[in-house]
């Protein structure tokens, strides 16, 4: 059988950031008609190389050949002349604009000519679409269609899908499907990204599975099965070794058979679905999966941050399902965002200031409590060894480890019954991970019930007594104890798990 025409070839590439190594010898090829499907964790380095391919990102070392020929010095604009599409996970499209405006916009040519080719492309296609449309008025799917059918007027061969099923309904997702199968049919070649195992056999041709950094897997689809890319998935038996022993060292893992402090019954909302689970007083409860899985959705909903749409939250047996934030945190939750730096912070604010701001209650109507304050700050300065000239400083001058002890100290100053942790790690070193975990251990030890979730499997099994593994925005395991190990956390987070109840 005849090879395909090789459109995109990515050779030995690496890429680090300071000494974070995230790319370490990537080779992956695309060829027309390829739909291959590009399968990682989170951290395992697929972002950063879809970045370099469309030119935000440069890569340190390594070729990218394009059409048989080497793209240096590669910007977005050099990767879209020669042929390179990204379509984000969300859409970017102008609401109030027509999909005529929306795709035209910043074309060059005439009109006319475009409209026409705009036009003749969606007929070729067999592509239902008006294109007077505006954009508000499009589902998911349809504006996703948009942004294909805006690589396709660039004549682009190569599209990179990123987790494109994530919001779409089983209806929009055939579509998406069927869609797929056009452009493969028309020589396209598509880097079809996602964390669902079972699209990999429903879509792709080929399959690559990335973690840490290198390719640990990749071939025709049809030369694997489900075990074998989660075995892919999974970190090497000796570095999980290493990793066992470390979390020894720190704390035993036993579910603490304290007081329940919370309950979630049939909760519901944007992202997730009939949520069921008990929180302990001591307890350290992991909330795995992936990106997309509806942990953080969750977790912003509890805290009053996004309506209910369904089920009850007991805190201490005290109804608090929809309360407003600060109504939540009167009542004993405090929640430490995945986004520190949009969330978590007031940048150009002192330490002081940032740590007692979820506390303003306690400082004053008309003029703030300095002393209590003070006293904040002196007792989790001093606790959380946070490097800093003092409570006057701007949390904006710190190191990400030292700003985020100073979000874990602002969401303890309200002396919570439960504290809900969103990636409590992210973005910080090895040292200030080490003492985020120790002030973790306090926590417990104090009582605190506590809810760390993560994308860090590895996490996961380190710290946590048990944990719930989302998938689709639905518990799709409960593992207990010696049960939390990446295979298990793996299976359960790309969809090889059977749903668990988690009371």
């Known amino acids: 059988m005849k090879q ?3 459109l995109l070839s990515c050779q030995d590439i690496y890429k680090s950031f300071g000494d974070n190594h995230v790319l370490k010898g990537i080779n992956l090829d695309v060829h027309a008609g390829d739909v291959l499907a590009l399968i990682g964790g989170n951290g395992a380095g697929k972002s950063t190389l879809m970045k370099i391919i469309v030119g935000i990102y440069s890569h340190d ?68 679409l008006d294109i007077n449309r505006q954009a508000l008025t499009l589902s998911i799917a349809e504006q996703q269609l948009v942004e294909i059918i805006r690589g396709l007027m660039h004549d682009s061969k190569v599209l990179i899908l990123d987790e494109p099923t994530s919001s779409l309904t089983f209806n929009d997702i055939k579509s998406l499907f069927k869609m797929v199968d056009d452009l493969r049919n028309n020589g396209v070649g598509i880097i079809y990204i996602t964390h669902r195992l079972q699209e990999v056999f ?78 302990h007083a001591g307890e350290i409860l992991g909330m795995a999966g992936v990106v997309g899985a509806g ?3 969750f977790a912003e909903t509890l805290f009053g941050r996004d309506n209910v749409e369904s089920g009850k939250v007991e805190l201490d047996g005290h109804d608090i399902t929809g309360m407003s934030t600060k109504a939540v945190i009167k009542a004993g939750l405090t929640y430490v965002p995945e986004d520190r730096f949009r969330n978590g912070i007031f940048r150009i604010s002192g330490l002081g200031e940032n740590m007692t701001s979820s506390s303003l209650s306690r400082m004053g109507l008309f003029f703030l409590n300095k ?30 480890g030292n700003q985020q002890k100073v979000v874990l100290a602002k969401a303890l ?20 991970r ?24 590895q996490e996961i099994q380190q710290i946590c007594d048990r944990a719930l593994v989302l998938y689709r925005g639905r518990i799709a395991k409960q593992l207990v104890d010696v049960e939390i190990n ?18």
Do not use: C
């Not at 859409?91 to 009109?111: A, H, R, Y």
């Not at 066992?244 to 309950?263: C, F, M, P, T, Y």
């Not at 100053?413 to 200030?432: F, M, N, S, Y």
């Not at 080490?434 to 506590?450: P, R, T, W």
């Open 413 to 432: 100053v309200p002396q919570p019954k439960v504290v809900i942790l969103d990636e409590p790690t992210r973005g910080v070193d090895a040292g200030a």
């Open 371 to 400: 002393k209590y304050e003070k006293d904040s700050f002196d007792q989790y300065y001093k606790d959380f060894r946070i490097k800093s000239t003092g409570q006057e400083q701007p949390i904006g001058d710190l190191s990400g």
């Open 486 to 503: 990446q295979d298990n956390l793996m299976k359960a987070a790309f969809g090889l798990a059977e749903e668990a109840s988690a009371s």
């Open 434 to 457: 080490e003492d985020v975990y120790k002030i973790i251990y306090k926590l417990k030890a104090q009582g605190v019930a506590i809810l760390v979730i993560s994308s860090d499997m």
């Open 4 to 6: 395909s025409a090789e």
């Open 295 to 297: 942990r953080t959705e």
């Open 202 to 279: 429903q879509i792709a041709t080929k399959v690559v599975i990335m973690r840490d950094g290198k390719i640990t897997l990749s071939g025709p689809v049809k030369d694997f099965d489900n075990e074998a890319l989660v075995r892919a998935l999974v970190p090497d038996e000796n570095v999980m070794e290493k990793v066992q022993e470390k979390a020894d060292a720190h704390i035993v893992k036993s579910v603490v058979a304290g007081n329940e402090v919370l309950r979630v019954t049939d909760y519901s909302g944007n992202g997730f679905y009939k949520i069921n689970f008990a929180l």
């Open 61 to 128: 070392s390594g070729k990218l050949i394009v059409n048989g020929s080497e793209l240096k010095n590669v910007t977005p604009a050099a990767a879209q002349a020669a042929g390179i599409y990204y379509v984000p996970q969300e859409p970017m499209l102008f609401p109030n604009m027509t999909i005529e405006q929306n795709v035209l916009i910043g074309l060059s040519g005439k009109d006319v000519e475009n409209r026409k080719k705009l036009v003749d492309l969606i007929k070729t296609m067999g592509w239902k």
